[in-house]
């Protein structure tokens, strides 16, 4: 066949798969009618000759590769109706994962041309690539003499210039949705893209470390690198040690990971016109901006620091959070990080962090005005919460914590009030910003609170209709601790194998901005990295650089059979993850569960839920190998 044929094919092929990124965000929900009607009904259906069969064909396929995770646990395995659907669930989505990642995108792989950019892993030295910071060299347990916290703090937005005049690609959903417009906030301000950055030492001298967050869907190693680079000498000079780039994980911002923008034409240039330079899907216009916002917020926040305390609180917010698929699993609460200046007339700084999904603007994302589409962006909840601590004088900048499956439940926040997905997003983001602010208080300080802030939630008018929830009824208060200066930081980057074809394709044609490796045998790789830091004694965290399952976190039936224990059972029960930090790479499943489209059954309904999350992942190796990288870092800095 010629190679120009042979690319033809393989071009209309591998368009399936690239468009295969949007099918998670909105596929899952929607996979349990029907046909998981059926598979119910046929595993209900199957006794004791169909384990044996089930298991009999899952050692011949063990023997291929194909490993077919175990039942359960003793106590599941006590019910046969619950371990006979888990299997048949299990054995569904390795034929699924088989057929998708093999059958298809494994052939697909293997005959799509590598664009110019991909490199020989035999070749490449991850030592001699630019721009890594390893951390700090020591860790510490107490603080050294006459420490105190010092923390600066800085906003820039990460609009193009050229934004209004030139349209872009929203990141999330179908490609192809372009806009040149920004929601309107509740005060008909244009919402805009941010990075928000922290730069913070314990006065130990051992180095300053640096998070910016960046509103977005992710950012991928590559981009990371990028914008260390461009601090290189400031960093060398400031004797900033770490520097940690976060998304927000907004999914109506500007495509941040090349998918969304012209992914057809990125395929056919990068794989057919390999004598021209590779085009990437991230716009480069978006990405100066990106690199520019991030250096010159870690320049104006190390500049701006100043002494304080820094106190630490937390708040179960289950009531607003929701775990789509099963095993349901996810981290309930809100970590509140408040920095407290000496000097009264700075601001003071909140760091907040949990896991959550902000996409609640974009639920409306083919319900457009005028078109099938929505093509504005937004900010999302984490507008408003900002707005709202604005408001009352701090500072903010939001971490993704455990973001896992897990997305906003707008019960509460919407107060069976009317309006469109984007009004949504402006409630759950007030919400979330008053308990933020009224955590520590009680009953009347926060009245006074929600009057200073100027109601937005309607309290004063809404609050005697029946589907109303008043934002601080039933709020617990919790008591804030100091914290003392204590930060440990260290990173460790590390080569990971992209086991999932689908993405491998999408990397090793350029269509993302990954940077990719090629071994011997055709498999793809790419380089990652996990962090871990310790502040004071009230928190241990795991900066993932994937969306972690929280079973790997928290335990529970989710997690049997993984090679290590939950994070929490090993390493303590403070423990938390940032997730999204310094690499935007997928969904990270126990491998156990891993499929790339498929159901699972979820004992606490008795039904099967669809799932389709891991098309978006790194594979079925990305648990083993971030987490167990993070061990070794974890050792090497704690023996």
């Keep these: 066949m010629k190679k120009t044929a042979k690319s033809f094919i393989a071009l209309v092929l591998s368009l399936c798969l ?15 009618n029907a046909n998981i009607t059926v598979a119910e009904a046929t595993a209900d259906k199957l006794g004791t000759s169909a384990v044996k069969a089930v298991g009999a064909v899952a050692d011949k396929l063990g023997k291929i590769g194909c ?37 298809v995108a494994g052939v697909l792989k293997t005959v799509i041309p590598d664009a110019n950019t991909v490199e020989r892993l035999e070749n ?46 929203k990141g999330a959903y179908l490609p ?23 730069v913070m030492n314990d006065g130990s001298g051992r ?42 994980h907004i999914h109506t911002g500007i495509d941040s990971q090349g998918v969304w923008t012209d992914p057809a034409g990125d395929l056919f240039h990068n794989t057919i016109r390999k004598n021209e330079p590779v085009k990437t899907g991230v716009d480069p216009d978006f990405l100066e901006a990106v690199i520019n916002g991030c250096k010159e917020s870690v320049i104006e926040a190390f500049n701006g620091m100043t002494g304080g305390r820094l106190m630490y609180s937390k708040i179960d917010i289950s009531e607003y959070l929701r775990d789509r698929t099963a095993p349901k699993s996810y981290d309930e609460n809100l970590y509140k990080l408040a920095f407290v200046p000496f000097d009264s007339s700075v601001a003071p700084t909140i760091i907040a962090t949990f896991g959550c999904h902000p996409e609640s603007s974009s639920y409306d994302w083919n319900k457009g005005e005028g078109t099938k589409y929505d093509e504005k962006f937004s900010a999302d909840f984490v507008w408003y919460i900002e707005k709202l601590l604005n408001s009352q004088g701090y500072n903010f900048i939001y971490l993704q914590g455990n973001v896992s499956t897990t997305t906003s439940s707008r019960g509460l926040s919407g107060d069976g009030i009317s309006g469109n997905a984007h009004y949504s997003a402006i409630r759950y983001g007030y919400e979330i910003g008053y308990i933020l602010l009224g955590m520590e208080l009680d ?14 939630l309607d309290v004063k008018n809404q609050s005697g209709r029946d589907t109303y929830t008043i934002w601080y009824d039933g709020l617990p208060t919790v008591t804030a601790e100091e914290v003392k200066p204590v930060l440990n930081v260290a990173n460790r980057a590390f080569v990971v194998e992209i086991s999932n074809n689908a993405i491998a394709i999408i990397g090793k044609t350029s269509i993302s901005d990954n940077f990719v490796l090629r071994d011997r045998l055709g498999r793809v790789y790419t380089v990652s ?111």
């Design 176 to 198: 192809y949705i372009f806009g040149n417009q920004m929601y309107k906030d509740d005060d008909l301000v244009d919402e805009e893209l941010r990075v928000r950055t922290v």
């Design 443 to 456: 009953e009347a300080g926060r009245i006074a609170l929600n009057e200073a802030a100027g109601d937005k």
């Design 124 to 169: 490449f030295n991850l030592d001699s690539y630019e721009g890594f910071l390893p951390g700090m060299e020591t860790f510490i347990d107490e603080p050294t003499a006459n420490a105190f916290w010092s923390l600066g703090y800085s906003r820039k937005s990460v609009m193009p210039a050229n934004f209004g005049e030139k349209s872009y690609a």
């Design 207 to 248: 180095g300053n470390v640096a998070f910016c967050a960046l509103d977005a869907m992710g950012l991928c190693n590559a981009d990371v690198r990028k914008i260390r680079i461009a601090l290189d000498e400031f960093a060398k000079a400031n004797n900033i040690v770490s520097i940690n780039v976060s998304c927000t």
């Design 529 to 639: 990295e996990v962090g871990y830091m310790e502040i004071g004694d009230v928190l241990k965290v795991y900066m993932s650089p994937g969306e972690t399952f929280t079973e790997l976190l928290k335990g529970g039936y989710g997690a049997d059979g993984f090679e290590f224990k939950p994070l929490r059972e090993e390493f303590g029960e403070n423990v938390i993850i940032m997730d999204l930090m310094n690499d935007a790479a997928g969904y990270v499943a126990n491998p156990k569960n891993f499929v790339m489209a498929g159901i699972q059954y979820n004992p606490e309904t008795g039904k099967y839920e669809g799932d389709t999350w891991c098309l978006i992942s790194y594979g079925k190796n990305a648990a083993s190998d971030f987490i167990g990288n993070f061990r070794e870092l974890v050792k090497s800095k704690r023996g």
């Design 67 to 103: 490993d077919l995770p175990d039942i359960g646990d003793e106590s599941s395995k006590t019910d046969f109706a619950t371990a006979v659907k888990k299997l048949f669930a299990k054995f569904v989505n390795m034929l699924s994962n088989f057929l998708i990642n093999f059958a």
């Design 18 to 32: 690239a468009f295969s990124c949007a099918v998670p965000v909105f596929a899952a929900p929607a996979a349990s």
